[in-house]
T-cell receptor
Framework: GAGVSQSPSNKVTEKGKDVELRCDPISGHTALYWYRQSLGQGLEFLIYFQGNSAPDKSGLPSDRFSAERTGGSVSTLTIQRTQQEDSAVYLC??????????????FGPGTRLTVL | LAKTTQPISMDSYEGQEVNITCSHNNIATNDYITWYQQFPSQGPRFIIQGYKTKVTNEVASLFIPADRKSSTLSLPRVSLSDTAVYYCLVGAGTALIFGKGTTLSVSS
């Protein structure tokens, strides 16, 4: 079946502009995660959505970052007034319900954001 | 969330067994141990998960001692295609913390 998809695959923007990154999770998955990965670094957790619960926004680095998930499916990560340090690969993952305590996360291919 | 410590890098040759150890001294009772693999320009991919003792699948084995303060990912007979970054994560549900992982380089 279809995996997690993200768009665009690459985004180049100018400092100060706003950008929107989109994530389409696997159909039926209730949890959705956003991560950021800078060059040569590990993944940095940004935000987590689980069903209709309030999202866990504890990883968002500043108030310029926000995310929403509409209808429990598609999610959009918005970065306002982009800065050069926002340049990174933004990864989205989703997971479904399982009997085990931990739900395997399925990752999308990522969006490479470059802020000039 | 329990913090994990693993080597930054490891080198191996094709056909050898590779063992990557992860320390997680503050693991909680309900935490699982999960390993992911990431190739360049791709998102991480789930490899294996365990709670205690030993777990084996078609890709790897995971060894967890009784105190659960560490775990070892074992990759049998690695090939060039196993060159990747390997992440050890500890937690139960919700979002997990990915560290910098272990970069495994396999040479011929």
């Amino acid at each position: 079946g279809a995996g997690v998809s993200q768009s665009p695959s690459n985004k180049v923007t100018e400092k100060g502009k706003d950008v929107e990154l989109r994530c389409d999770p696997i159909s039926g998955h209730t949890a959705l995660y956003w991560y950021r990965q800078s060059l040569g670094q590990g993944l940095e957790f940004l935000i987590y959505f689980q069903g209709n619960s309030a999202p866990d926004k504890s990883g968002l680095p500043s108030d310029r970052f926000s995310a929403e998930r509409t209808g429990g499916s598609v999610s959009t990560l918005t970065i306002q007034r982009t800065q050069q340090e926002d340049s990174a690969v933004y990864l989205c993952a989703s997971s479904g319900r399982r009997k085990s305590a931990y739900n395997e996360q399925f990752f999308g291919p990522g969006t490479r954001l470059t802020v000039l | 969330l329990a913090k994990t410590t693993q080597p930054i890098s490891m080198d191996s040759y094709e056909g050898q067994e590779v063992n990557i150890t992860c320390s997680h001294n503050n693991i909680a009772t309900n935490d699982y141990i999960t390993w992911y693999q990431q190739f360049p320009s791709q998102g991480p991919r789930f490899i294996i998960q365990g709670y205690k003792t030993k777990v084996t699948n078609e890709v790897a084995s995971l060894f967890i001692p009784a105190d659960r303060k560490s775990s070892t990912l074992s990759l049998p007979r690695v090939s060039l295609s196993d060159t990747a970054v390997y992440y050890c994560l500890v937690g139960a549900g919700t979002a997990l913390i990915f560290g910098k992982g272990t970069t495994l380089s396999v040479s011929s």
